[in-house]
């Protein structure tokens, strides 16, 4: 069973838009049943810029987020528009602390620019708010799912995000307590 | 029942290690760190790991030697290896020292799901391997448990009613009767069907041998163990373990074997590790173990623990409405397995075989009709083709009184009743031999 907090923060760091945002917020609500807070941060990215792999290093980063943001209260996900890296991989959508108080998301590498395809607004809310929700469900508690549309289902490409839904399936949602927002 | 896998992950950069570990969590995966080859290696003493994520390069023992160590401690280890430095040489050094993979760092983490799942699919699948196995060894010759005498028809009714429970067996009969058939055909109607049947012959087996059998033993518990090995009771997890001739096994060998069926638990020979398995025991004799424990040559306290059900296979020649039944069903078995045509049996031969008493009992008339179908004529098995042609039913005498005027009729008959001869071939003398003629009441044939 996972501990209830009293909300969800999402913290920005960088430009985003306000649309995409507010969009994100609404469907993390929806999923969590818990209010969503969204405040912006203020964190000199450059010293966790890495010169040789030109990306940012999301552990630090998730670091920071832990010791500067988070507390028992609330769960924390800082959200960004760099690339993160991990030293192991070449790159990660997000991570966060599983069962634990923070989490980060980046929207970089979700947008079909990055991809060499025409930008798409409604698609890249789509994915933003999937990760988003994935990575708050293991700040919940949850590890990855086999269905193939949870959004707990692991991703590592964005045609992975694009194959899930956004939402959890029951017996992701039964194991964060969470009631059906479809059934209240 | 899916199996829950575990990874230990042996890099000396903490970023790496808690990146990956963080990685793995959220899949689900049980995982261990270790900074060092060192304390890797001192974690596999202690416990089991699925697959080992490896650095080559670590400061100390490096990630190749390492991987030459475990392999030589337990050869099924599935061992990928990482490095930064990639080069053609310490790739094939790995593959050929028995690496799973070879990976380059940083990896994606598509490749690293891949990985991991092709891993674990691998140990699935061997595991998987093994439990099929042990499952076909035991399904197999079910079916050989054939009769409609009563006496066999008291054993299939005594195996359904205690296929379904966990209690101990004891399964007696004369050997050749199928007590290991019974042994199976209850672990193939028991919950327990779709885990191994590990069978271990106590008989044919050291007292020290037996243990290292029995419990396992890790490597370099004695001259010749050069791997860690699981013992037949790790084996027979969630199964059940057959111990036939269990009468055989020693004194101290009958206190371990006690200990272990009261905690469901044991070390392996070498080892320090307390290892937990749950199993079933069946056991099977040919002596009274009963009275054995009268004469003290049996403990009283593991006879009940493995008494709690007794299952008594009869003779064959205490179900001859089953021979002609058994010699069909082996007929059929051994054409079938030869790829011969059908055969039949001649009304004699098969009169012939329900009179004879079968002292090595099912598995002595199993050996008589494949080796008739062997040396037959491919179509019908005649009395020349059974081993039993030129021998007489043996005669069941009660006691030695009988077996006594038997002997003397049939040498005093072989000499033609010349007394003098008899007495000398019996080797007494020939007032011995007229008194007993007297007490007998022996006639010579007129």
Redesign the interface.
């Given at each position: 069973m996972v501990g209830k907090p009293e909300n969800i923060t999402l913290i920005s760091f960088g430009y985003f838009e306000k649309e995409i945002l507010e969009m994100i917020v609404q469907d993390i609500e929806q999923e969590f049943q818990l209010p969503v807070k969204i405040r912006e941060g203020h964190l000199d990215l450059s010293e966790f810029f890495d010169v040789n792999?030109k990306q940012y290093d999301g552990?630090r980063l998730l670091g920071e987020i832990e010791a500067r943001y988070s507390s028992d209260n609330h769960k924390t996900l800082g959200l960004f528009s760099v690339d993160l890296?991990?030293?192991?991989?070449?790159?990660?959508f997000g991570?966060?602390?599983?069962n634990g108080r923070s989490g980060i998301a980046s929207i970089h590498r979700l947008k079909n620019e990055r991809y060499g395809i025409r930008g798409d607004k409604t698609v890249l809310i789509d994915r933003f708010r999937k990760e988003a929700i994935h990575e708050l469900g293991?700040m919940f508690g949850l590890?990855?799912c086999t269905n193939p549309v949870c959004v707990m289902r692991?991703s590592?490409?964005v045609e992975d995000i694009d194959q899930k839904n956004h939402i959890f399936c029951p017996s992701c949602r039964s194991k964060l307590l969470v009631p059906d927002p479809d059934k209240r | 029942m899916a199996k829950k896998i575990s990874i230990l992950i042996v890099d000396d950069e903490q970023s790496v290690r808690d990146s990956l570990y963080n990685w793995f969590i959220e899949d689900g995966y049980d995982v261990e760190c270790a900074e060092n080859a060192t304390k890797a290696l001192s974690l596999l003493e202690s416990s089991n790991f699925d697959i080992i994520l490896a650095d080559i390069k670590m400061p100390g023992m490096d990630g190749l030697e390492m991987l030459r160590r475990i392999k030589s401690l337990k050869k099924d280890s599935v061992i990928i290896m990482m490095t930064a430095f990639a080069t053609v040489d310490t790739a094939v050094q790995a593959l050929k020292d028995g690496a799973f993979d070879y990976v380059t760092k940083p990896f994606d983490p598509d490749d690293l799901s891949h990985l991991i799942r092709n891993a674990a699919k691998q140990i699935m699948l061997s595991e998987e391997n093994e439990i099929l196995r042990e499952k076909v060894i035991s399904l197999e010759n079910v079916e050989d448990l054939i009769g409609k005498s009563e006496g066999m028809q008291r054993v299939l009714r005594e195996i359904e009613s205690v296929s379904q429970s966990n209690a101990s067996v004891i399964i007696t009969g004369e050997s050749g009767t199928g007590k290991e058939l019974v042994a199976r055909a209850i672990h193939a109607n028991s919950p327990r069907k779709y885990f191994p049947m590990v069978s271990v012959h106590c008989g044919a087996l050291s007292e020290s041998l037996l243990e290292s059998e029995l419990f396992g033993h890790e490597k370099g518990a004695f001259t010749g163990a050069v791997y860690n090995r699981k013992g037949r009771f790790e084996m027979a997890d969630n199964g059940t373990i057959f111990l036939d001739e269990i009468a055989t096994i020693s004194t101290k060998m009958q206190v371990e074997l006690l200990r272990v069926l009261e905690t469901k638990s044991f070390v392996r020979v070498g080892g320090h590790k307390e290892i937990s398995s749950d199993f079933r025991v069946i056991c099977a004799t040919n002596r009274d173990l009963k009275a054995m424990v009268d004469k003290g040559l049996f403990r009283e306290d593991l006879f009940y623990r493995l008494n709690v059900v007794n299952i008594f296979v009869p003779p064959l020649r205490e179900r001859l409405d089953d021979i002609p039944l058994l010699v069909d069903y082996f007929i059929k078995k051994y054409c079938h397995s030869m790829n011969r045509p059908m055969m039949t049996i001649d009304a004699s031969a098969l009169k012939r075989l329900e009179e004879f008493p079968f002292p090595g009992n099912i598995r002595e008339l199993e050996n008589m009709i494949e080796r008739a179908i062997v040396v037959g004529n491919g179509k019908k098995i005649s009395l020349k083709d059974l081993p039993l042609a030129k021998e007489k039913k043996l005669p069941t005498f009660e006691s030695l009184d009988d077996l006594e005027k038997n002997h003397i009729q049939q040498i005093l008959d072989k000499y033609s009743w010349n007394v003098t001869a008899s007495a000398k071939a019996l080797k007494v003398d020939r007032v011995t031999l007229y008194n007993k003629i007297r007490k007998y009441d022996l006639k010579a044939p007129k």
């Open positions: 792999r552990n890296f991990i030293p192991i991989l070449t790159y990660i991570q966060a602390f599983l293991h590890i990855h692991s590592t490409y | -």
